[in-house]
T-cell receptor
C-alpha cells in the first residue's frame, strides 16, 4: 500500500525566509501529486497539482517539484509571510481514483 | 458558486445517538469521499463512492454508514457503534477517471463532539 511521509512535522521560520517542505511516497506508480493548505478547523485548499509527466509547477511564491522515480516532492515557498502559517499536506493519486495523504507539515511564520 | 457544502459545521452527539452529516456537491463529480481527521493527525478514509448507488468501505468504516442515492449527495451517519466519534469530518469529491490522475476537492468540514 502507498505510504506518504512528510518531514518535518512542524517548522517555524522568521518572516521573509525561503523554505522547503518535503513529501515522499513509497510507490512511484502515481498519476499526480497535489499540495494542499489547511488552516485550523478548515477544509483542505488545493495549492498545486503536478501530473506524473511533469517536473514542477509554479503559482506565485510557490513552486512544487516532483521526482517520481525517487518518490519525492518538494514545496518551495519564497519570501514567507505570516499569512503562510498553516498546515501543508501532500497527496498522491493512483489507480482506481485512490488518494493517499501525508500527515502534513505545520508551518509557523514569525513576524 | 461550484463547490462542496458540508452541514452542520458543529454537531454535538449524546452517547448512544446516531447522527448524520450532510455533504452536497454541485461540481458534477462522480466520486465522493468521507475522511476523518483527528487533532494533529492525517486523513483517514471512512467510505467512498465512485458512482450513484455504489460505495466502498475505506480504512475505518466500522461504526459508520453512508448512502449515495443522488450524484450530488453523500451523507454520512455516525452510529452509536462508533466508539470514539469525536473528530473533524471532511467530505471530498473528484471527477472519476479510472485510467488517469484526478484532483480532489474538499468541503469545509464538520466538527462532531460527543457529550
Amino acid at each position: 500500500k502507498q505510504e506518504v511521509t512528510q518531514i518535518p512535522a512542524a517548522l517555524s521560520v522568521p518572516e521573509g525566509e525561503n523554505l522547503v517542505l518535503n513529501c515522499s511516497f513509497t510507490d512511484s506508480a502515481i498519476y499526480n501529486l497535489q499540495w494542499f493548505r489547511q488552516d485550523p478547523g478548515k477544509g483542505l485548499t488545493s495549492l498545486l497539482l503536478i501530473q506524473s509527466s511533469q517536473r514542477e509547477q509554479t503559482s506565485g511564491r510557490l513552486n512544487a517539484s516532483l521526482d517520481k522515480s525517487s518518490g519525492r516532492s518538494t514545496l518551495y515557498i519564497a519570501a514567507s509571510q505570516p499569512g503562510d502559517s498553516a498546515t501543508y499536506l501532500c497527496a498522491v493519486s493512483s489507480t482506481g481514483n485512490q488518494f493517499y495523504f501525508g500527515t502534513g507539515t505545520s508551518l509557523t511564520v514569525i513576524p | 458558486d461550484g463547490g462542496i457544502t458540508q452541514s452542520p459545521k458543529y454537531l454535538f452527539r449524546k452517547e448512544g445517538q446516531n447522527v448524520t452529516l450532510s455533504c452536497e456537491q454541485n461540481l458534477n463529480h462522480d466520486a465522493m469521499y468521507w475522511y476523518r481527521q483527528d487533532p494533529g493527525q492525517g486523513l483517514r478514509l471512512i467510505y467512498y463512492s465512485q458512482i450513484v448507488n455504489d460505495f466502498q468501505k475505506g480504512d475505518i468504516a466500522e461504526g459508520y454508514s453512508v448512502s449515495r442515492e443522488k450524484k450530488e449527495s453523500f451523507p454520512l451517519t455516525v452510529t452509536s457503534a462508533q466508539k470514539n466519534p469525536t473528530a473533524f469530518y471532511l467530505c471530498a469529491s473528484s471527477p472519476y477517471r479510472a485510467d488517469s490522475g484526478n484532483t480532489i476537492y474538499f468541503g469545509e468540514g464538520s466538527w462532531l463532539t460527543v457529550v
